[in-house]
C-alpha cells in the first residue's frame, strides 16, 4: 500500500547511500525501492539513481537525487524516542560516526546533513514533570549537554 504522505528529502546524489545507512541504523527502516533516471536531467545522468523510495522507523520517505541547490538545515529533524541509555549511544554513536557532528541538547547531525534528535522518553517525561522546579532542574541539566545522559537528567529531576 503506498501511503498518502511522504517525506521527500532532496540529496545531491547520495540519497541510496543515506537509505542504506539508515535502513542499516534503525529498527523498522528499509529500503523499499530504486528509481532510475529515464533521460538525462540538471543534476544528472539517464540511469542515475534519482529517487529511493524508504522507511525511517514506519515513515516512507522519498530521497530525491536532486542536485547541490538545496541544503538540510535544523529546521527539519527526525525526532528519536529512546527507552534506554544503551539505545540512546547506540543511535547517537550510528550517526556521528558515520561522518557526522554532534550539536547540542540530543540533536546531531548525519553525514548526509539531516539532523536528528535522540530524546530519551526520560528526558521528555522529566521536562514535563507537573512540579515547575523538577521540569525547570531536568531542562537546565539538558541545556548543558549534546548526547543525553539519562543518569545525570534523573539525578537533576531528584535534585
Not at 535502513?23 to 529515464?38: E, K, L, M, Y
Request: proline share 5%.
Amino acid at each position: 500500500m503506498t501511503a498518502k504522505n511522504t517525506i521527500c528529502l532532496w540529496f545531491d546524489g547520495t540519497a541510496l547511500d543515506a537509505a542504506r545507512f539508515y535502513a542499516a541504523t534503525f529498527p523498522d527502516s528499509r529500503v523499499t525501492a530504486v528509481h532510475h533516471a529515464p533521460a538525462d536531467y540538471p543534476s544528472g545522468r539517464a540511469g542515475d539513481v534519482l529517487t529511493v523510495e524508504f522507511t525511517v522507523m514506519g515513515i516512507p520517505c522519498l530521497g530525491l537525487n536532486g542536485g547541490p541547490a538545496f541544503r538540510h538545515t535544523e529546521a527539519f529533524s527526525f525526532q528519536v524516542a529512546t527507552e534506554d541509555q544503551a539505545e540512546t549511544d547506540r543511535l547517537w554513536d550510528a550517526i556521528v560516526s558515520n561522518g557526522g557532528e554532534e550539536s547540542a541538547c540530543g540533536w546531531c547531525r548525519d553525514r548526509w546533513g539531516l539532523s536528528w534528535q535522540i530524546t530519551p522518553r526520560a528526558l521528555t517525561q522529566a521536562i514535563a514533570d507537573p512540579d515547575p522546579a523538577v521540569a525547570r532542574r531536568a531542562f537546565e541539566a539538558m541545556m548543558s549537554m549534546r548526547k543525553i545522559d539519562i543518569a545525570a537528567i534523573e539525578a537533576a529531576r531528584r535534585g
